[in-house]
């Protein structure tokens, strides 16, 4: 019988921890061990591009023939067998119930299997905690803003790495955003890199969007998206091709809207807390104004700035490997009844 209390059989410091991440339409698996990643596996489906979206039918069926293949090359990549494996770390929300299922079952079966310990990992908890995998490392308290396709928050890390959340989106998140205008500018699924790649040509000035005003630190980017609808219905009504031949334009003063907005928050978020160690996480954070504008606002409030390596930025198991070694050392495992969250 599986004993969920298990204790971990070596010394804390020289764990080897296998991180699974299912949220949404990546599956990945990445080995953390003796303080830094080992193997960090992403397979990703492409499939979800035709439909505009994540199917979430599509993504769990895809994980399904992913997660062992995934999984046996993060041992294979990191030169190890699952008897090397002290602890499994999981997603266990928020994110899609279906995608979910399917690493945390998985999860909880290989636990049984090679009778060690699984703890339970929260995604966006895990995408802010990336900071802290290697490199350039932040000290505590730290602010933070996360900014993916699912989620836009801003948080303060505190020094026993407890995260507590500032403000959040009300609505629709900063990913979401630009997918959304991507696509009514007719670009393909997820939009956000071609938005930043066609606004290095454009005129970030040229058209003015309205952002919505909502409380302190919070965030609504609805509002945005129907600003956006409502301007280019009546510039289309006028010239067929008007999407086509501002297209740069357009997205530069998207891009601009959105990046402006979220400094905005972020900068009264440091001024509110004084904290001056800040950052960005999630899949926006690849964004190089987004990430330009960091810079320019840690050295306008001589703050330091920070940004994990890309492969940490967009989902993958690395960050959750990591966070899952934070919540071992604390013995804080999971049970086999515990069940799967879409929302937090
Ligand atoms: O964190 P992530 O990989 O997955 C989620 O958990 O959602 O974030 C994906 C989001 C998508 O909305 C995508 O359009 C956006 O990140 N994204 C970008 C860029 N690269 C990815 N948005 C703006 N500029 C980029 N360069
Ligand atoms: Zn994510």
């Not at 999860?107 to 490199?135: E, M, R």
């Not at 334009?249 to 978020?269: F, G, H, N, R």
Request: one cysteine or more; proline letters at 3%; a neutral charge.
């Amino acid at each position: 019988m599986y004993k969920h209390t298990l204790e971990l059989p070596k010394n804390n410091s020289h764990l080897t921890i296998l991180g699974i991440e299912s949220s949404c339409d990546d599956t990945s698996a990445s080995i953390y061990s003796d303080g830094k990643i080992c193997s960090n596996v992403v397979a990703s489906q492409k499939i979800h591009e035709d439909f505009g979206g994540v199917v979430p039918e599509w993504a769990s069926r895809k994980h399904q023939q992913n997660i062992l293949p995934t999984v046996q090359m993060a041992l294979k990549n990191a030169g190890l067998a699952m008897s090397d494996i002290d602890g499994i770390a999981c997603t266990q929300g928020p994110g899609l119930m279906g995608s979910l299922l399917v690493g945390h079952s998985f999860t909880k079966g290989l636990a049984i299997a090679a009778d060690i310990p699984y703890v339970n990992v929260d995604h966006i908890d895990a995408h802010v905690l990336a900071h802290f995998i290697d490199g350039d490392i932040p000290s505590l308290p730290f602010l933070c803003l996360l900014v993916s396709g699912g989620h836009t928050q801003i948080v303060k890390v505190n020094e026993d790495y407890t995260i507590k959340i500032l403000g959040k989106t009300i609505d629709d998140a900063a990913g979401e955003a630009f997918d959304k205008a991507g696509k009514m500018l007719n670009l393909p699924y997820p939009s956000g890199p071609m938005i930043d790649k066609l606004a290095k040509e454009g005129d970030a000035k040229r058209f003015k969007f309205n952002t919505p005003k909502v409380g302190a630190l919070d965030f609504s980017f609805s509002g945005l998206k129907t600003s956006i609808l409502y301007f280019l219905q009546k510039e289309v009504r006028n010239d067929a091709d008007f999407i086509l031949k501002n297209k740069n334009d357009l997205c530069a003063s998207i891009q601009y809207t959105i990046v402006s907005y979220l400094m905005s928050k972020l900068e009264k978020a440091i001024l509110e807390t004084g904290i001056s160690q800040i950052g960005i996480g999630g899949g926006v954070a690849a964004n190089s104004l987004l990430r330009s504008s960091l810079e320019g606002l840690a050295a306008k409030h001589n703050a330091a700035g920070y940004i994990p390596k890309f492969e940490y930025c967009t989902d993958n198991a690395a960050m959750i490997a990591f966070a899952g070694k934070v919540k071992l050392e604390q013995h804080n495992y999971g049970t086999l009844t515990d069940v799967c969250f879409t929302r937090k």
